[in-house]
């Protein structure tokens, strides 16, 4: 179902790709060209429980203070609420940071993850540009921005300057069509394309989504799409804005910020870029959604990409549905969903992605049925996703999980064993004691 | 002279950084060289932290230091005494770390293949190749940015002599 279409790269060099068209605006130019070394002001600059090791960085600047504080972006995320005094005097640090700074955008713990923050927030919205201090940056794409990560050191370097340098990548055109099928979620859409394009099938590229199958995606699916490309190496990932975009950023920038929304939106508007009809792309696939089915990832890379189907019955101790991949509300629903009525035989924590999150479920029941179930639910944030607490693993437990990640040790032990999978089959899994299929699971219920 | 001479550690293909320095230590250790280098590579070889020589390089496959971003990666292996990784490709974000953090890094796919764990290897960074077993294996030399950057021991040295130049 995945065709290549080859290199393309006929049209105008006046027709530019989205990615070309947010960085020839974040850096001042009528055009850029892939290989072009561009000179990019941010509108964000994102950093977390990594804000105060920046800060020492940024001390030995002889800057003094951060150029546009404004611009700043902090969420405490990554361990929360801290599991250690060490911990705790990382957040009091970031705290007096943010302070001093007078940093705006300042999300205390227990708000959510980045991503998913600043997404919510307005932070980040269609033609802005962010870069952040951590790998999952090209997430915001999926609202029409560019996001890329960088490293800590060059997180001090743009607080000092406002500016950095960026490579003008070349763009790999992915395009959907059609429908998923009933119980196929983008997870598994991702999980397929990064098994067959490896994990640096995108390195050092610009991945851009089309095509009419995007239309009928959520836009909690469509976050996982540009969330998960960083597991294929790409440095961003995005898709134009459309209406279910508008939307969601109209009702969520209502709820976040009543008073400033309307203006926002506004600004979003008028920043906002499409996409030239001719552009040139260096790759281009196509994807029919129909033909994707449930994918596993297994250990102990993203890319050991296999059909459920295929590992389905192998033994799982624990489960974890969260994370900035798939923590949102359609997630937990799903979750919700298959647990109704149900006893867990297995352990399963369920860590919204942001308070907004955890607010829905609750107003929507799920987090009724999933305690009811026997599931652990935890404080929105990044939970067990890179070892940190809250959820961890021990020597040769195998945990299915939602998260973007696998890799050895990933989740606090090395001896341990991640498959991933869309929340689904998480939940269905940690009923059955084993990998799979939901609809296993659903239909013994009502046989 | 420009050419140094180190013994190699051997890895494969898709070393993340998880295995490289792992994802709990992030916000707990940050600049202390001694705990840094005691992690580095701890879930990929634990033989390493304790074995490792200043002066030694890695030489690995494709897509090393693939996942997070953490700056931690490089600078563990800075600590342990690490001149350069070579590798057949890196991950983007991996390289551009080491770059600011002053590690070299060479892509170099040619001389995987040729060398293993305990070899030892010439690097001629003024004529851009490598020496291993009498062969010699060329690689594209960095941009004069990027030289400038890696010269200065990384962006921060780099940022703050241009600074303090400027009177900023
Ligand atoms: S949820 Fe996991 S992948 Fe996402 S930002 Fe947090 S640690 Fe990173």
Redesign the pocket.
Known sequence: MIAVGGVKGAGPASALTLTEKLLARSSGRTSVKPGDIVIVEPDIVLSHDNTAAIWEVFQQLPHGNVKHPDRLAITL??AVPPPTAKHAQNHARIRQFAQGQGIRNFYEIGRG???QVLCEEGVVGPGLTLLGA?S?SPHCGWLGAFGAGIGRSEVAALWATGELWLRVPETMRITLTGKLAGGVTTKDLTIYLIGKLSSDGATYMAVEFAGDGISGLSPDARAVLTNMMAEMGAKNACMAPDSVTWDWLKASLERARPQEAGERLDYFRESALYPDVEANYALEHQIALGGIEPMVSCPHTVDNAQPLSAVEKTRVDLGFI????NGRLEDIASAAEILRGKRLRRRLLVIPASSMILRDATAAGYITDLLDAGATIGTPG?GP??GNHMGVLAPGEVCISS???NFRGRMGQREAEIYLANPAVVAASCVAGYLVHPAEVTDGESA | MTTSSHRVWKYGDKVNTDVIFPGKYTYTISRDPAALARHALEDLDPTFAANVGTGDVIVAGRNWGNGSSREQAVTCLLAAGVHAVIASSFARIYYRNAINSGLLVIECPQIVAAVKTGDRIEIDLAETRIIAAGRSYDFAPLPDQVLDILEAGGIIPWLRTKALRHGE
């Open positions: 995320d990554h993850i980045c991503h951590d999952h969260g994370t900035c991949t990044c996703c890179m998260a973007n990640r």
